[in-house]
């Protein structure tokens, strides 16, 4: 009976939303008994998902500056998109099943569906798979060498949650991870990896090792408790200089990039903006503070969105008829 009625409670009752997670998103309005496996797949956290789709954005616009395109491959862009939603739920699923007793001791993580009880081991391994499976129908969209690069990015996917028992640098693999749509980006329009993606990729992991640094410190008190490594915790007071070195590093190999792709004065101007974007993020950053920090990371979707439309608007003004720009 007490089991019944707590089952009954899980179900009746919204899953409260992590410290993060947006209010009154769209998932807090949702039949209750579907909730927490929403917030498994963190739908109410969209951040996360665009992150994980702007690098593809921007080996797909690359791929087609270079290629001297008016426009980026629109089909592409729709494929990564939905691959964004699919593998970032699938990966998140995966590392809550392996994190889901930390979970349960950190204050910002306490609420998760799977730390929290909410949801079983069993229903969440079904739906991860449902979730690659899925995935997998979009990257069989692509040609062969991106369907193998695809499958290559996985590996660093499941390692990812391991790193931080045994390391300060697990930002550096989510970069590693979070960064491979460049490359798929670049290798669905040519089927060939060359120089200039390959330094939008550099870029892409320097700007997620910071912005996940910034993440790391809403969590740092509870991650030096529990033993849990991050370079927030590595650099400590030295954070902001640590984030501003990743940050100029990014800018510079992704300056590198436009220029290898032949890029004109809008990509240029775009980058300039978002040198801007993350000089903004450090100034108003400050580490003893959580709401700074999730503040600078969530304006990473603008910054990265603002350099990918500035090279298609490159394109589109170089290879449109718009030449009055070049």
């Known amino acids: 009976m007490a089991v019944s009625r707590q089952v009954r409670t899980m179900i009746i009752q919204p899953s409260p939303p992590p410290g993060d997670a947006l209010r009154d998103h769209w998932v807090s309005r949702t039949p209750l008994a579907i909730q927490p496996y929403l917030r498994l797949m963190r739908l109410d956290r969209p951040i996360g998902i665009w992150l994980l789709a702007i690098p593809c954005y921007w080996g797909v616009g690359l791929a087609s500056l270079t290629d001297q395109r008016m426009l980026p491959n629109i089909w592409h862009l729709v494929l990564f998109t939905l691959g964004a939603i699919f593998m970032r739920g699938a990966g998140c699923i995966w590392n809550d099943y392996l994190d889901r007793e930390i979970d349960a001791q950190v204050e910002r993580t306490a609420a998760r569906p799977l730390a929290s009880g909410q949801v079983s081991i069993r229903e969440t391994f079904l739906l991860m798979i449902a979730l690659m499976l899925a995935g997998l129908v979009v990257l069989m969209q692509f040609n062969g060498f991106t369907v193998i690069m695809g499958f290559v990015s996985i590996a660093l996917v499941a390692i990812y949650p391991y790193i931080k028992r045994f390391s300060d640098f697990p930002q550096v693999v989510l970069g590693l991870a979070f960064s491979w749509g460049v490359l798929l980006g670049w290798t669905a329009h040519f089927g060939i990896l060359s120089v200039a993606p390959l330094l939008l990729y550099a870029a892409a992991i320097c700007w997620t090792i910071g912005y996940d640094t910034i993440y790391a410190l809403q969590d740092l008190d509870d991650d030096i408790m529990i033993g849990i490594g991050s370079t927030a915790h590595r650099f400590g007071a030295n954070t902001k200089i640590f984030v501003t070195c990743c940050y100029a590093l990014s800018i510079a190999l992704a300056g590198s990039a436009i220029e290898m792709a032949n890029g004109g004065v809008a990509a240029f101007a775009g ?56």
């Open 271 to 326: 980058l300039v903006i978002f040198a801007l974007m993350l000089g903004r993020q450090i100034y108003d950053l400050r580490i003893d503070s959580s709401k700074t920090a999730l503040d600078a990371f969530r304006s990473n979707k603008w910054a990265g969105l603002i350099l990918f439309l500035a090279i298609v608007l490159d394109g589109v003004v170089r290879f449109g008829g718009l030449n009055f720009l070049r």
